[in-house]
């Protein structure tokens, strides 16, 4: 049998690197071993502290899929997808966001509203009756945590908590909340980033009929820390040289629960309107206000598909 490979999304998150390994972990348990995850990108810190904690080395470097033969996991969108995607041959995609396959169509879809792709396949792992060990849950566990801000994210589906309660059994790592805190603080490196990098490390450029917009995630524990000054200087200059008809920048707070926006582009009038308020020095500031997808996604698309 020909090698399939697994891989997450470029610019990845924890999400992304466990669920392509967890699901190398599930086809083995189902004696399935050609199956090879593996990463398109460099990862970031929280994902390199859980695995070298959990003794796992990170799937192999593949900077370019052309030609082989992919699963896509935690992601579906063209733009998300690894270098030389064009002329690989997508056999599968597992994700829990929307769907953008175009012209693309794998033999199986695995799509489902839930937190965190690391929940389906955890899902596949305890249907099949697999055994993993405890450095595998605890990874996946990690991840659903992660991906669902402690179960704070309005994307936080009750599969998401099950799955989680059962990967515990296994890893037994204590207090859930807290543990999701330690996991947090192991990604809030942005003190150390510069305002360039800040934007571009969480980026999702997003295109309606046309219309361009990026949306850049911050999270943190403590946004009024960040260098909000210096990330919306260089957000205008980004803006100047590439103009989008908006750039979002959003600085979330992962204990307060709110977001410190920062906007800029021709279109701040029409979110204003949307969101019946004013754009004050090119800032927000949104109580509630924790995901991209679930929150901030949903008020472009209103914009910008309303006739
Ligand atoms: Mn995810």
Redesign the pocket.
């Known amino acids: 049998m020909g090698k399939i490979y697994i891989v997450g999304h470029t610019k990845p998150?924890l999400?992304?690197i466990a669920s392509a390994l967890a699901y190398q972990k599930f086809k083995e348990g189902i004696g399935e071993f050609n199956y090879k995850a593996i990463r398109c990108d460099k990862v970031n810190a929280q994902t390199e502290w859980v695995f070298n904690q959990y003794n796992t080395p990170l799937p192999e470097y593949v900077p370019n899929i052309s030609g082989i033969d992919v699963v896509l996991v935690?992601h579906t969108f063209p733009e998300s997808r690894a270098k030389g995607w064009e002329s690989a041959n997508i056999v599968e995609v597992i994700d829990?966001h929307d769907v953008k396959l175009d012209d693309t169509i794998p033999e199986r879809i695995t799509i489902r509203p839930c937190g965190?792709?690391c929940s389906l396949i955890s899902k596949k792992i305890f249907n099949s009756k697999i055994l993993i060990t405890k450095d595998i849950a605890s990874i996946l566990l990690s991840a659903i945590l992660d991906?669902t801000v402690g179960f704070k994210s309005p994307t936080t589906t009750k599969l998401d908590g099950d799955m989680v309660n059962r990967l515990n059994d296994i890893s037994k790592v204590g207090d859930l909340w807290e543990y999701s805190m330690l996991l947090f603080s192991k990604k809030d490196i942005w003190n150390t980033l510069t305002p360039k990098e800040i934007i571009e490390e969480d980026i999702r450029s997003v295109e309606f009929n046309g219309i361009w917009v990026s949306i850049s995630q911050v999270e943190t524990l403590n946004n009024r820390d960040l260098k909000k000054e210096e990330i919306l200087r260089e957000l205008i200059h980004l803006n100047e040289v590439n103009p989008f008809n908006l750039r979002l920048v959003m600085l979330t707070d992962l204990l307060k629960r709110d977001c410190i926006l920062l906007v800029v582009g021709k279109d701040i009038p029409l979110l204003e309107g949307i969101l019946n308020t004013k754009v004050i020095e090119n800032t927000l500031f949104l109580p509630n206000v924790v995901s991209r997808k679930k929150q901030i996604l949903p008020i472009l698309q209103r914009i910008y598909t309303q006739t």
């Open positions: 998150d999400d992304s935690d829990h965190s792709t991906d």
